[in-house]
């Protein structure tokens, strides 16, 4: 029961975006712009400014490659013994490669871990961004009726203002450059407000997924890959990786993360199985309810 407790703020915040969202009914697409490209990067700066460059930046980079390609060929194998077709291979990859780090991983780890655990839950969602503004478009764009290359993909990564504040902080951080306190105030406002909003999108985007008829096979084979065997790989990865106990339960807790939300937005912009991809984001979304006080359990919170 007291591990509930822990993501029951959270699930607040979803139910308050939710209601809203039936209730009035928001433009998702301009908050969610609002959220990635005028509140995100103040707190991915504060993050990188603040939190001391060691050893351990390496190690989460290369976590987050790891279990990336791990998730990508269980995935891709997988979807071989189901007879896939093309598209249906790229909705389970949204689903099943793409973890909601951002607006749910980082405000249940702030919750059961406190500040210093946000600090590292903060730093994997933006490499888990930039992986989804890149490969995320990759997969929705091969598998779908929209048109995009390689070449429009990065070039949708060096867009993301997210990518120069982690630069920029890092690079303040190593000059030992001092911030005015009276400018790291109004950073720490729009930081602050960052997470609550993130939450209330996806509290609103669940509200407009609608039960269609879809393949069931596939949600809940992509069910299964999100909510178990991630989870499970990313304990595995960090086995071989010296880094401390608080690390490994931030990065476990992010990689038992229901689909993340965005895929949605991508299956939509490039016609890619939007309905297989809405439903497996909220049926993962529920199932982790259940499924991350039980991570959390096992993890010794």
């Known amino acids: 029961m007291d591990l509930f407790l822990v993501i029951l703020p959270v699930l607040i915040v979803f139910l308050i975006g939710y209601i809203g969202q039936r209730v009035i009914g928001f433009n998702i697409k301009n908050i969610s712009t609002v959220s990635l490209y005028l509140m995100s990067p103040f707190l991915a700066f504060r993050t990188f400014y603040t939190t001391a460059l060691t050893m351990d930046y ?87 009726k929209g048109q995009a290359t390689v070449k429009q993909a990065l070039r949708n990564v060096f867009r993301m203002p997210v990518l120069y504040a982690c630069i920029i902080g890092i690079i303040l951080q190593l000059m030992h450059v001092h911030v005015p306190t009276s400018i790291m105030n109004g950073v720490d406002l729009v930081a602050d407000a960052s997470i609550p909003v993130v ?27 999100r909510i178990i065997i991630s989870p499970l790989i990313a304990a595995v990865i960090l086995w071989f990786m010296p880094v401390s106990d608080l690390i490994k339960s931030v990065l476990i807790i992010q990689a038992a993360m229901p689909a993340a939300a965005n895929t949605t937005m991508l299956a939509l912009q490039f016609d890619t199985e939007p309905d297989l991809v809405s439903f497996t984001t909220f049926v993962t979304t529920m199932i982790s309810i259940f499924s991350i006080p039980v991570v959390m359990y096992f993890l010794g919170i």
Not at 128 to 138: A, C, D, E, R, Y
Not at 199 to 225: D, E, H, N, P
């Open 58 to 144: 390496l190690y989460i980079c290369l976590f987050a490659i790891c279990l990336v390609i791990a998730l990508f060929l269980i995935t891709w194998i997988w979807s071989h013994f189901l007879r896939a077709e093309r598209s249906e291979l790229s909705a389970m990859m949204l689903g099943a490669v793409f973890m909601n780090s951002g607006n749910y991983g980082a405000p249940v780890v702030l919750f059961a871990l406190g500040s210093p655990g946000f600090h590292i839950a903060v730093i994997i969602m933006v490499l888990h961004s930039l992986f989804m503004n890149s490969l995320g478009i990759f997969f929705a764009a091969i598998g779908g």
């Open 199 to 225: 939450m209330l999108v996806l509290g609103m985007q669940l509200a407009t997924i609608k039960k269609t008829r879809v393949k069931y096979r596939f949600v809940s084979s992509v069910s299964f890959i």
